[in-house]
Structures are given as C-alpha cells and as structure tokens.
C-alpha cells in the first residue's frame, strides 16, 4: 500500500508541476505586442487551465509525501520507545548511547539526540565510567 501511495504521490506532483511549468510558460505569450487577440485568449485560457489542474495536483501529491514522512516518523518513534523501555526494564534504568545505538540499530549521534531528549523528560542522571562513557540513569 505504501509503495502505491508514493508512486501516485509521485505522479500528481510530477503532474502538477508539469502543468504549471506550461501555465507559466505560456505568460510571455499574455505580455506579447505581437500576438493577435485570439493568441492571447488562448494561453489566457492555457495560463489558467495550468493553473487550475497543476496546483491542486501539486498540492495533493505533496500532501501525500508529508502524510507518509509523518507516518514514517510515528513508527520510528513508536519503535525506538519500545526499545528504550524495554532496555530501561531490563537494566534497572541504566542505558549508555552506544547500547541503544546497538539495539535499535540507530546511528550514535541519533541514538545520543534521543537519549538527551529522554533524560530532560524524566529528570535521568549521569554516571560516567571508568572508559569514559556516560551511562543514563533512568529511576525506575
């Protein structure tokens, strides 16, 4: 289903831009000394057309790309809290960045933005060890 939505969101957006890129192009024809009204009634008409088909397209595969990047967050964020409160559980609230990183399979600046985001929500403490990594203490 996803791959669905985004080729279609692909497409409208493909789409819509194509018919503004005419509609715009068009707008030299509108300013033209030279062309006879006919001419000009016509890209008038093809200017608005363009206009009227490309940005609801546009607009609407964009909205499609925002929804499934949003989509994509929630999982991930659904997921890594999984994993942080079950790590949590199983080490008596004790959690390094690279223990995380390993878990989650994140890369550490990641895993570190996360980790520092979670220790301001629930007030965790540090604990520094002897190699110089920090642990995160979670009370449990």
């Known amino acids: 289903m996803k791959i669905i939505k985004k080729v ?54 964009g909205y499609i790309f925002w929804g499934l990047r949003q989509k994509d967050q929630q999982e991930l964020s659904d997921r890594l809290d999984a994993i942080f409160y079950q790590m949590l559980k199983a080490n008596n609230g004790k959690i390094t960045v690279l223990q995380l990183a390993m878990e989650a399979k994140l890369p550490g600046k990641q895993a570190q933005e996360y980790l520092n985001q979670k220790s301001q929500e629930f007030n965790a403490t540090f604990e520094p060890s002897d190699q110089g990594d920090i642990s995160y203490l979670f009370h449990i």
Not at 34 to 48: G, I, L, N, R, V
């Open 8 to 61: 279609s969101a692909g497409f409208m957006l493909s789409l819509g831009l194509l018919c503004l890129l005419v509609s715009f192009s068009t707008l030299s024809d509108l300013t033209a000394e030279d062309k006879t009204p006919e001419e000009k009634a016509e890209a008038q008409s093809a200017f608005w057309g363009g206009i009227i088909f490309g940005v609801p397209l546009a607009a609407g595969g």
